[in-house]
């Protein structure tokens, strides 16, 4: 897709009715298995290798260099899929091809909360300008590092896709957060949302 004025937009990689260019020039394979793709197409797409890398900031770069035109991010976020293998792919009806992506593929950028208790809901951006609310489609999760101990919250976007919740965003969570026991009998601290309990950790000493 060649964007006027954007000299990082690749220009052969078809996304609907538009080109961009994505196709490495070095001629490398690429392993793993592409998403399922509709059975309407009635074609397989063809094969190809992107140079292209989503930093886990968020920001998307193509042969090295970031893409400036959000617009343009969000387009190819439209065709971005994860495999069972979590590789992640760029399908679009006439080609796909594997991308790197170094953590989520999208931020969360901001939260927004309405109501309180069970039916308090927690509204999610990203840096892409997406919405989701928290709960049973839109899971919240923490990852934590098992060298430092570190946590890294996510939200599922769409089907495998995730958000890394921003720290700042996190830390707001912490703070609006509840307490309540297990099943085991442990101390956690979460947040509500459309119902559902989401933990964000275990309070030290129990």
């Given at each position: 897709?060649?964007?006027?004025?954007?000299?990082?937009?690749?220009?052969?990689?078809?996304?609907?009715?538009?080109?961009?260019?994505?196709?490495?020039?070095?001629?490398?394979?690429?392993?793993?298995?592409?998403?399922?793709?509709?059975?309407?197409l009635g074609r397989t797409p063809t094969l190809e290798q992107y140079d292209i890398r989503i930093a886990?900031?968020?920001?998307?770069?193509?042969?090295?260099?970031?893409?400036?035109?959000?617009?343009?991010?969000?387009?190819?976020?439209?065709?971005?899929?994860?495999?069972?293998?979590?590789?992640?792919?760029?399908?679009?009806?006439?080609?796909?091809?594997?991308?790197?992506?170094?953590?989520?593929?999208?931020?969360?950028?901001?939260?927004?909360?309405?109501?309180?208790?069970?039916?308090?809901?927690?509204?999610?951006?990203?840096?892409?300008?997406?919405?989701?609310?928290?709960?049973?489609?839109?899971?919240?999760?923490?990852?934590?590092?098992?060298?430092?101990?570190?946590?890294?919250?996510?939200?599922?976007?769409?089907?495998?896709?995730?958000?890394?919740?921003?720290?700042?965003?996190?830390?707001?969570?912490?703070?609006?957060?509840?307490?309540?026991?297990?099943?085991?009998?442990?101390?956690?601290?979460?947040?509500?949302?459309?119902?559902?309990?989401?933990?964000?950790?275990?309070?030290?000493?129990?």
């Open positions: 897709m060649r964007m006027s004025g954007d000299k990082t937009a690749p220009n052969s990689m078809k996304v609907g009715n538009a080109m961009a260019n994505d196709k490495r020039s070095d001629g490398q394979t690429v392993s793993g298995t592409p998403p399922e793709l509709p059975a309407a886990r900031d968020g920001t998307w770069f193509h042969n090295g260099d970031p893409i400036r035109r959000i617009e343009l991010a969000k387009l190819f976020s439209t065709v971005l899929k994860r495999d069972d293998d979590g590789d992640y792919w760029l399908v679009t009806p006439v080609e796909r091809g594997k991308i790197v992506v170094e953590d989520a593929p999208f931020v969360a950028v901001e939260m927004t909360v309405a109501g309180s208790g069970t039916d308090q809901v927690l509204s999610f951006r990203t840096n892409l300008d997406h919405w989701v609310e928290a709960g049973p489609e839109h899971p919240i999760r923490v990852a934590v590092n098992p060298e430092t101990g570190e946590p890294a919250p996510y939200i599922e976007i769409r089907s495998r896709l995730e958000a890394l919740i921003l720290r700042a965003v996190f830390y707001d969570m912490v703070e609006r957060s509840d307490t309540r026991r297990t099943e085991t009998g442990e101390s956690e601290v979460g947040l509500w949302s459309n119902k559902v309990f989401f933990a964000l950790g275990k309070l030290p000493g129990d």
